[in-house]
């Protein structure tokens, strides 16, 4: 976690921000930036996109590429950078995914703060 151009608070903002996202809807894509470097110099994102289905909630590893975005890269809404879910990449590869419960992403808000 690069602490240069965010601070830890900073992140845990965001991640409440975009847990708070998830749970809006019950088919929704969110993202918490896992790593971030000044968005006016950098190359990539290191991030971790949700994606809610119902009660499920699933979480991949994955970067943004500054330089493929069609537009300005907005660090507080990063969940509009994400992709849609896939299940294998590019190669043919399956995709690295991590499952949980709404109700798991709510009590992990709760405890960083996010009443």
Do not use: K
Request: negative net charge; proline residues 3%; charged residues 25%.
């Amino acid at each position: 976690m690069d602490l240069i151009f965010w601070t830890v608070a900073d992140y845990s903002r965001s991640w409440e921000r975009a847990l708070r996202e998830l749970e809006a809807s019950d088919n929704s894509t969110s993202c918490l930036i896992s790593s971030i470097t000044d968005p006016e110099t950098a190359n990539f994102i290191f991030c971790w996109p949700i994606y809610r289905e119902g009660e499920s909630v699933h979480v991949q590893n994955s970067i943004i590429f500054l330089d493929g975005l069609e537009e300005e890269f907005n660090p507080q809404e990063p969940w509009r950078y994400v992709e849609a879910r896939s299940l294998v990449d590019e190669d043919g590869n399956q995709i690295s995914e991590w499952s949980t419960t709404v109700s798991e992403v709510r009590r992990f808000r709760e405890s960083i703060g996010g009443q």
